[in-house]
Structures are given as C-alpha cells and as structure tokens.
C-alpha cells in the first residue's frame, strides 16, 4: 500500500471523461473537494457492484445502490466485519480490537454490555444536561464578527457530550475530540494526514487516562458505591467486559469505537445542518415557520451529510450480488454515502427536504446487527442544538465554503465560518 498516494490532494477529472475501471472512489480528495456526486452516479447507473482492481488500499468491490447496500449490511453471514470496517487495514504497531469490528457471538456479547449507556431512561436524563450545555455555548457567540462554527459550537458540543458519556474530567474534554480525530486520521485508514508518531503518542495518554479512569471506577464500586451509569462503569462492571483492560487492544479499541462514534458523526452533522440551510433558504423559512418539523429535518440532515461515508465488510463465501462473483476474501465497501443519493429509492436526493416522507429511512446509521449504537443519541443532540437555535437566532450565515476533512471515511468539515443574526 502506497500511504503517500492515498493522501496526496488529486486534481479530479470529470468522471464522465475516465473509463469505469480507472475511476477511484477511495480517493480523499473526491471527499474533502466535494466532488464525489457525479462519480457516485455514474458507478450506480453503469456498474452499481463495481470492482476496483487498483486503489492504494488494494482491491475492493463498491456497492453503492440503496438497496444492495441493506442487502450486505443485513447478511453478516456472508459478510463479515472482521478483521476491520474501515477501506484501510490498522497499522499492526497499533493493535486494536473493538465490537464494530468483530462478528457475532463476541459482537453482541460487548454491544450489550455497553448498550445500556443509550437506553431511553439514560437519554431521558441527560436531554436536561444537553439542552442546557447547548444553550451556555450558544449564548457566548460573538454576534458582531464571523467565527468558526465547528470548532466553536460543534466540536464543544459534542466534546461537552461525550465527557458526560464517559464521565470524563470536564476540563479535558478537547482531548476526547482530538483522540477521536486521530483514531480515522492515519493515511493507511482513509487517506488522513496524522503522522504514525503523533497516532502512537495519542493513543498512549488515551490508554493511560483511560486505564487511571477505569481504576477509579473500579475501587469505587469495591467500596460499595452504586456503580454510575457511564459508559466506563458500565463496561467495569459487567461480566462479559469486566476483565476488557488485560487485552489492551480490545479496551482501546472499544474507548475508540465509542469516541469516534459519538464525535466525528454528530459533529458533522450539526455542521451539516448549518451548511443545509444556507444552501436550501427555502427549507430554513419552512423550519423557521414550523420547528415542529425539526424531528424529521434532523433525519433529512443526517440522511444528506452521511457522516460515515462507508463501511466494509469482507466475505466468507462467493456470493452472487447484482450479476456479478464476490470471492471468498474479497473486500467489499459499503458506500453509504452513494445509496443515501440513490434516485432509485430516494426522490429528489440531492435536495435537503425537511418534510420529507419517510426521512427516516435512510443508511447513515447502517443496517442489520451493527446499526449505530448511539442512534438516538446523535439524533437527541441535533435536535435540542436547533431548538436551542431557533429561540436565539434569524439566520446562521455561511460566510464562505467551508473546509472539508481529506477521509474518504469521516465525510465532514474542519472549518466553516459564519456570521450569526440574533431574532431582533
Ligand atoms: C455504529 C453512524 C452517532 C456509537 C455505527 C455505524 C454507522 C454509524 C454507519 C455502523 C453501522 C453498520 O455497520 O451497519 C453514526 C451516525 C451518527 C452516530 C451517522 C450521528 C449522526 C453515534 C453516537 C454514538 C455511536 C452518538 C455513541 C454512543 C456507535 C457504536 C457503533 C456504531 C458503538 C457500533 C455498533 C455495532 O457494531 O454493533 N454508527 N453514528 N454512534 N455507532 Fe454510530
């Protein structure tokens, strides 16, 4: 694999100029230039399970129709999550190991021990917690110049979050945020730009802090105290996970999962939203007009950021998929940011409609046993941030383009300047 290759900024050409074979969906720069639309188009009108023979992450099918999409992601009999759900392979001086990716039985052993952290009770109880951050970071924007929405409001939201979620020290929330980067951000992975040394440095004081944390819960409970309801607690306290921190690939495998999980996603679509009513003013006047429709806008942002733009899988046997041989041991990558614009099954995809019919069916969340863990939450944080919005502010101006992540993994942004009007 040629690392340099796969994070290089390419100049794209028209897609419709390339022969099939040569085009290369897992090129970063299709993401971070935002110009994957057309490619995607043309691979699901003219070869929807596309095998790519050359990319610097090796050979790998793409599915990129809806409806083959749910078909893969519902069989994981036939296709597997393991070793890895990204497009790239883990660095192996960087061992980790956690639940996304790992098959049934030990899947849905680990999923159950943490699932309780997102059980409705639990997010009954930090809505109060979340609508009140939101509100503190909202009310301390500067009203009179432009600033970065998504270091000021997205990644403090979600940073304030996952702190909440994990129980984590307040005053060091940022390192959440950072970690979460720089777990997806190795060029071998997505095309990212984090330098092995920098991975490695991070990854260690997430261990370190992690391990102290867990120590702290652990004597905590020996001593009789109720065990809390955050997530390392939870996973400290369960059978299944209790002894999780003698195999330090899974335990920092795991914190990583649930970091990146419940960060990058909701990060960027809190972004996204912002970016979406810039460029559908006439959706904005429809929510302004109407906030009851914020339920149902945040699944139409959701749908239309894709915050993930893939998944992969491997198969463990030859399996026939859209007239076409998928071999034992082939890659295949789940492209749910091209079946979230498939016209097949979504009208109008391109569109931001926030009254959509149906906003809810789409895949940013995946299908079948692996479905986001954190759905509604990530869903929770996105719709109090836009009640919150809608009793402060007229307009959120996007002053200029944003800046895009360079993953063909995070679909995202890292930066986005823009200019607020208070309701006068
Ligand atoms: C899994 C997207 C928010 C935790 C996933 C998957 C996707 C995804 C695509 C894989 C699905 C599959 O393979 O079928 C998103 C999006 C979010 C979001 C778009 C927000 C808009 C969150 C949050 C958390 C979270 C807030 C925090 C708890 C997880 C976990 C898994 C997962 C733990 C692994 C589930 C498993 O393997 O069983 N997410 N996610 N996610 N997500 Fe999310």
Known sequence: MTSQAAHKDSILADPYSLPLESIDLSDPSLYSQ?????????????????????????????????????????NHQDFSSEPFIMIGEPDDTIPVANFISMDPPKHDQQRAAVQAVVAPRNLAAMEGLIRERIGTILDNLPLDESFDWVSSVSMELTSQMLATIFDFPYEDRHKLAYWSDIATGAPELSGGTASQEERFAALHDMVNTFGALWEQKSASRKAGNPVGFDLISLMESNEDTRDMMSRPEEFMGNLALLIVGGNDTTRNSISGSVLAMNKFPEEFAKLRANPKLIPSMVSEIIRWQTPLSHMRRIATRDVELGGKLIKKGDKVVMWYISGNRDERVIANPDHVIIDRANARHHLSFGFGIHRCMGNRLGEMQLRVTWEEILKRFDDIKVVEEPERVHSNFVFGYTSMHVKLSPIS
């Open 34 to 74: 935002n110009r994957w639309q057309d490619y995607f188009r043309r691979v699901r009108d003219e070869d929807p399970v596309h095998y790519q023979k050359n990319s610097p992450f090796g050979p790998f099918w793409s599915i990129t129709r809806f409806e083959d999409i749910v078909a893969v992601d519902t």
